[in-house]
């Protein structure tokens, strides 16, 4: 069965950094374009980063360049999420989403395949 897991989620101290990771199965990677969504409570699931099939190419969210970096490693199925100089914020959850466009996309509605999330707090 197609599965799309997260992890590396958690509490990080503001300044800090963390690795998320989504590990696919059940669904042919390497042509497949991945995203990261995000999504805090009472707000709407909003675009944080996607990358193309060959991860040649990356798209960020504004609000996340410089701060972040989506990698992938087609061997090993799987996508990444590195974040840097975390700010305070909401607690969100992380997504993970695929679809198989032929490019780069950034409506989570255009995402077919989704993960059931990691959650990332960042405290004062």
């Known amino acids: 069965q197609l599965q799309l897991v997260e992890s590396g989620g958690g509490l990080v101290q503001a300044g800090g950094s963390l690795r998320l990771s989504c590990a696919a199965s059940g669904l042919p990677f390497s042509l497949a374009v991945m995203g990261w969504f995000r999504q805090a409570p009472g707000k709407e699931r909003e675009f944080v980063a996607a990358i193309n099939r060959s991860g040649g190419n990356t798209l960020y969210a504004d609000s996340m360049k410089g701060r972040c970096t989506i990698s992938r490693d087609n061997a090993k199925n799987t996508v990444y999420l590195q974040m840097n100089s975390l700010k305070p914020e909401y607690p969100a959850v992380y997504y993970c989403?695929?679809?198989?466009?032929?490019?780069?996309?950034?409506?989570?509605?255009?995402?077919?395949?989704w993960g059931h999330g990691t959650q990332v707090t960042v405290p004062s």
């Open positions: 989403a695929a679809t198989f466009t032929l490019s780069i996309v950034t409506n989570p509605k255009q995402y077919a395949y």
